[in-house]
């Protein structure tokens, strides 16, 4: 299956921004506080290139070994903004502090620890967010906080991580469960917001980002308090398969 092209892209794409901004003013909110994070995930460099003419600037990949070679091959494109949105192996975690301007998916303190050290060598400061579950979904990684009684103590411990010296850390993100109905998914993103005022009330820090609402869902993450979505099946159409 080919890449689509740049006017199906950019079709797709202002149909997306005109969604986005009735579910923002619906929620009261400025559809301008809201970034669209373009996940290219086993899509080719043509069709980040492609994105890049209809005016994305923000690019997320699941997959270090992946985002690499577009990287590689797309820096002629200035401006592009790279976001690791998948889970962070250990052993990988030097490789995503110096491919990535951000990582979605801090989603235990360990990989926090090794990302700050990475970005240290590195001689500059991360920003990242970090990934719970707060939907209770065994396949998903992420603090694990459907219980809000476990609140408290991930408080705590994100408070110690909000100290490491060189990562900046912006904010929260979650993966809402593939459901038939886009609207059973509203609990979960109002959940994440939810945790992000108790640790506002818990914490001295804003937690100004919420990353959470994928292609199926993103109006009701808009509606829920999402500044950002990762969208990649409704922008460029369906994943070429293998």
Known sequence: MPSASEDEIRVRLEGVRERIRAAAERAGRDPDGI??????????????????????RIIGENRIEEAEPKQ??????????????????????????????MVH??????????????????????????????SGESSKWGWPLADRFAWPQAAAEFAEIAKLRNL???????MAPRVQHPESTRPVFRKLRELREFLRSETS??????????????????????????????????????
């Open 72 to 101: 590689t091959a797309l820096l002629d494109l200035p401006g592009l903004d790279w976001h690791m949105v998948g889970h962070v192996q250990s052993r990988k975690a030097r490789r995503a502090a110096e491919a990535f301007s």
């Open 205 to 242: 820090r804003d937690w100004p980002e919420l990353s959470m609402g994928m292609s199926d869902d993103y109006e009701m993450a808009v509606e829920e308090g999402a500044t950002m979505l990762r969208l990649g099946r409704v922008i460029f159409g369906p994943r070429q398969q293998a």
């Open 168 to 174: 900046n850390v912006l904010g929260l993100m979650t």
């Open 105 to 134: 998916s801090v989603d235990r303190i360990k990989i926090a620890e090794l990302l700050d050290r990475e970005a240290g060598s590195g001689g500059r400061i991360l920003p990242v967010l970090l990934e719970c579950n707060v």
């Open 35 to 56: 970034q669209i994070v373009a996940v290219t995930k086993s899509l080719p460099s043509e069709a980040v290139r492609a994105g890049y003419a209809v005016g994305l």
